[in-house]
């Protein structure tokens, strides 16, 4: 009896072992894209993260923008290239559940006002802080596109 007792725990934590693993698996990654120049990221960052969000759509991500970066959260930016606005794509990923913040240091630096910047985005003290925090603190991975 207490050899068949301990098979059935065995088994049981073997099941509630999968179990764990099979939520953690469906969970997703965490994952912060650090912009720092719409020019060069702007569009770039955006379609990286729709195609991250298709292939991988439990990702956790937040965009973190500072510097020229922030210029992408703007109400009516565009990208100079190709004349696309961005506000709808970020928009599209924002209802995906991708996070979009604003870096204050900058706003204060280059005499912003939280009133330029669209309805999506959220304000973070220091870009660079976030970053770092949102790495070491809560295990996110890095990417810069």
Known sequence: MKKLLQILA????????FSIQSVQAD???KVVYHIDDA????????????NHMDVAPNTQIIVVT????VDIMMEGAKD????TEYAPLISALKSRGVQFEVC????????????Q??????FTPSGVVRIGDLQYKDKFAYIKP
């Open 10 to 17: 065995l088994s049981l934590a073997t099941l509630g072992l």
């Open 80 to 83: 100079e290239k190709n004349n």
């Open 117 to 122: 910047f669209i309805m999506e985005a959220e």
């Open 27 to 29: 969970s997703g990654s």
């Open 66 to 69: 500072h510097a020229n970066g």
């Open 39 to 50: 020019k060069s990221q702007g569009i770039k960052g955006l379609r990286n993260i729709r």
């Open 104 to 115: 204050e240091i900058t706003l204060k630096n280059r005499k912003l006002k939280k009133d």
